[in-house]
């Protein structure tokens, strides 16, 4: 059962949980007393203190240092205590605009993604980009180069794009190509990428009646089967945690460093927090060994109803939540709009 916190005891427990993310220094009661209008004694709030300790919302670490606030500390403050900190007009702005330049194929728009989280809240980012066998056909178009060459344009309703450069069958003709890309589109358009695999090509190699062209057709397809066979994991960041004071022991950055590279655990630990909304795992709550001194927060995104990957925010337990949660909230909705601009 949840401990009730008196209004005295909830301002205290708020403004050391602000002050230690700021300062990484344990805060005693003097600190408090001097930098915040708590309307009370110091001695007031010592005694305050020590009720939080007893009730397990914060830690001393040395009998005679101040203290830092528990898993369970901050677990209150997200929940109730945590003031709101939108995303501004000027950062949404600098976001906009940093997609506008960088971003040219959809893979950018996850690289990015990542970048722009983790150069915002200094901590680590991860961007999981969808599984694109689950992503359907949209259509398959093809655009002159030369005299014997076109390009070869496949997408997805999530924004995938696959394309590459094809010579032309002798004899062929730019306009055999535009027909074959109606034959296709007629016969393939929603299916998904895994379906497209087990699809039956008989009727569309009849409809194509041209075995080069055919052959062609299934080369493009094949090549944006293979590269949709994974999720894609995007990582920002590590040198941004390195920054942080948690971290300037170097047998804990060799261990966080190790951790990030194992990709599959990485991936292992976003897919167990995929759901609705915005999800804060704190600390002790990391069922993971490895992340027991960390926090996590994650948002999923979804494009036409459908779940396509999660992006996330990884750092140490002191982080500034507010800013980042209102961060992830901003970028899921924006990931989406990015992703549909791609979807021709």
């Not at 203190?49 to 901050?74: C, F, N, V, W």
Request: charge should be negative.
């Amino acid at each position: 059962m949840e401990d009730k916190l008196d209004d005295r005891k909830q301002r205290v427990l708020k403004a050391i949980i602000q002050d230690y993310v700021a300062s990484a220094e344990p805060v005693g009661s003097r600190t408090l007393a001097r930098k915040y209008d708590l309307g009370v004694s110091p001695a007031t709030i010592r005694n305050e203190m020590a009720d939080l300790e007893m009730l397990g919302y914060l830690e001393q670490i040395h009998t005679s240092s101040g203290r830092i606030p528990s898993s369970k500390g901050y677990r209150f403050y997200v929940d109730g205590l945590i003031p709101p900190e939108p995303v501004s007009d000027d950062e949404k702005q600098r976001i906009n605009d940093w997609y506008r330049r960088r971003v040219r194929r959809i893979e950018e728009v996850f690289q990015e993604t990542a970048r722009i989280i983790s150069q915002v809240t200094h901590n680590v980012s991860l961007v999981l980009a969808p599984q694109l066998t689950q992503a359907k056909f949209h259509c398959l178009q093809f655009l002159p180069l030369d005299d014997r060459r076109v390009i070869t344009v496949l997408m997805t309703d999530a924004g995938f794009i696959e394309n590459k450069i094809l010579h032309m069958p002798d004899g062929a003709t730019f306009e055999d190509f535009q027909r074959m890309a109606q034959v296709i589109n007629k016969n393939l358009v929603g299916c998904t990428l895994a379906e497209v695999q087990h699809h039956s090509l008989a009727e569309i190699k009849d409809e194509i009646a041209d075995e080069p062209l055919y052959e062609a057709a299934l080369e493009i397809i094949h090549r944006a089967l293979d590269a949709s066979k994974e999720e894609r994991l995007y990582l920002g960041g590590t040198t941004q945690m390195l920054a942080q004071p948690e971290f300037h022991d170097v047998e804990k950055v060799k261990a966080a460093l190790l951790v990030l590279e194992e990709e599959e655990l990485m991936k292992d630990l976003l897919h167990a927090h995929r759901g609705d909304g915005l999800e804060v795992t704190i600390g002790q709550e990391n069922t993971d060994s490895h992340f027991k001194d960390s926090s996590l927060i994650t948002a999923t995104y979804h494009l036409n109803g459908e779940l396509l990957g999660t992006i996330a925010v990884l750092g140490p337990t002191r982080m500034e939540y507010a800013k980042a949660m209102s961060l992830l909230e901003y970028m899921n909705t924006n990931l989406t709009n990015i992703i549909k601009r791609f979807d021709w």
